[in-house]
């Protein structure tokens, strides 16, 4: 039977990490409230035009759903396009 000794500092190191990831689980569900955005709200959380968001849409760069008059943009769809940058 192998046995690890286990230090203060190991314990701290321990503590930071899993605070780490707690408040990486709480800052998701944060993000993830709303999971369908509107184009105004995609173009000032992109910071882009109305044009540079068209663009996007017509190269099939963003995904999107128009229900009635107004399009729809998922907002996984769009973290996904910025972690591809």
């Given at each position: 039977m192998v046995?690890?000794?286990?230090?203060?500092e190991?314990?701290q190191?321990?503590k930071?990490e899993l605070i780490e990831?707690?408040?990486?689980?709480?800052h998701?569900?944060?993000?993830?409230q709303?999971?369908w955005l509107?184009?105004?709200?995609v173009?000032?959380?992109?910071?882009?035009s109305?044009?540079t968001?068209?663009?996007?849409?017509?190269?099939?760069?963003l995904?999107?759903?128009?229900v009635?008059?107004?399009?729809?943009y998922?907002?996984?769809d769009i973290?996904k396009?910025l972690?591809?940058k």
């Amino acid at each position: 039977m192998v046995t690890n000794i286990i230090t203060q500092e190991d314990l701290q190191n321990f503590k930071t990490e899993l605070i780490e990831e707690i408040k990486n689980l709480f800052h998701f569900k944060t993000t993830e409230q709303k999971l369908w955005l509107k184009s105004a709200e995609v173009r000032e959380m992109l910071k882009i035009s109305a044009g540079t968001l068209q663009t996007l849409r017509i190269n099939g760069t963003l995904r999107f759903s128009k229900v009635g008059g107004t399009l729809y943009y998922n907002y996984e769809d769009i973290e996904k396009m910025l972690n591809q940058k």
